[in-house]
């Protein structure tokens, strides 16, 4: 009798983990659906969904549904989101070491970029956010930014001197603006639109597909290309998810992640090309300035920053 109600309730247990649903884990993006960046998460859901026979489904919330990037990264430090695709830039509030790659043409192509991001200097950067509680997967493409603006093109430094631009809030972004002699106004990605269309800033600066898929081109015509920084998007996991993975589950998701980089990159450069038409059907005027002038002028920057001299000498260094 003793040995078949120990089998009953081995039973009943086993019939319990058969049935039970699966663990959902929440992703952030604040792109749109059909954003580069979300359908490579989209695909990072899937593996990991399938890699681990619907133990894990991703539920992915876009458009910014879970509050701004700095928001959703505090939230995935505490454990209330799972995993966060988010730019370099809100991450250097949490983990300052991460600033590196947001200096002014710190890397000479996006080939060179690729090289240090999945090289040793990139892996040993996405190592070291587990100081603040995040996991570093991977990195994901974002271009190269370049200023738009409203009355007039960015041609040569001194035209954006006196002029409200909005960045980021990255120390290293508002400090490039103070330097080229704009006003650098930190602002959430989603305010940007309204603060163009009322004069709140006279210009913002991004990459061609966020210029396209916010419709920023509506109301600042003037796109230069200057190219001026590149700073990637990573993905992140909460530490407090992480150490509840077993040692096998962690290379899955490791390898989902990788695995949707080389598809958000294909999709990245697919957009671009898209963008870059879209806009000017719709009345952008594309300008292309000398970069070797901004160059110069953005050169009493990297003296602000001393901290990273040896890093950016080891990315320069990357052939």
């Not at 859901?45 to 894990?56: F, P, S």
């Not at 983990?95 to 090289?115: A, C, I, N, T």
């Not at 990139?122 to 995040?134: A, I, Q, R, S, T």
């Not at 913002?204 to 590149?230: I, M, Q, W």
């Amino acid at each position: 009798m003793r040995k078949f109600l120990v089998v009953l309730v081995l039973l009943v247990i086993g019939t319990m983990f058969l049935f039970a649903g699966p663990i959902i884990l929440r992703a952030a993006d604040d792109h749109a659906e059909g954003y580069p960046t979300v359908e490579g998460l989209k695909v990072m859901a899937r593996v990991i969904e399938v890699m681990t026979n619907g133990k894990y489904k991703v539920e992915i919330y876009p458009s910014a549904q879970l509050g701004s990037e700095k928001e959703t990264v505090e939230q995935t430090i505490l454990g209330a989101i799972d995993i966060n695709r988010v730019s370099i830039s809100p991450i250097v509030a949490f983990y300052e070491p991460m600033g590196v790659f947001s200096m002014p043409y710190l890397f000479r192509d996006q080939e060179h970029m690729w090289k240090v991001l999945e090289g040793s200097i990139g892996e040993e950067l996405l190592k070291g956010l587990e100081e603040v509680g995040l996991v570093g997967l991977c990195y994901y493409d974002a271009g190269a930014r370049s200023f738009y603006t409203v009355k007039k093109p960015v041609l040569k430094p001194e035209d954006l001197k006196g002029m409200k631009i909005r960045v980021q809030k990255n120390p290293v972004m508002i400090n490039l603006m103070k330097v080229l002699g704009a006003s650098p106004v930190p602002m959430a990605f989603e305010e940007v639109y309204t603060a163009l269309q009322t004069g709140v800033i006279d210009g913002a600066e991004n990459n061609p597909p966020s210029y396209y898929e916010t419709r920023h081109f509506e109301v600042a015509k003037y796109y230069s290309l200057d190219g001026h920084t590149r700073i990637p998007e990573v993905v992140v996991v909460s530490k407090v998810l992480w150490d509840q993975l077993t040692p096998e589950e962690k290379i899955i998701f490791k390898t989902a992640a990788i695995a949707s980089v080389e598809y958000e990159k294909l999709l990245w450069n697919q957009w671009e090309e898209k963008a870059m038409k879209a806009v000017q059907e719709g009345g952008a005027q594309i300008f292309y300035p000398d970069v070797t002038l901004f160059q110069k002028a953005v050169q009493p920057l990297y003296d602000q920053y001393p901290q990273y001299k040896e890093l950016i000498e080891k990315i320069q260094a990357v052939k």
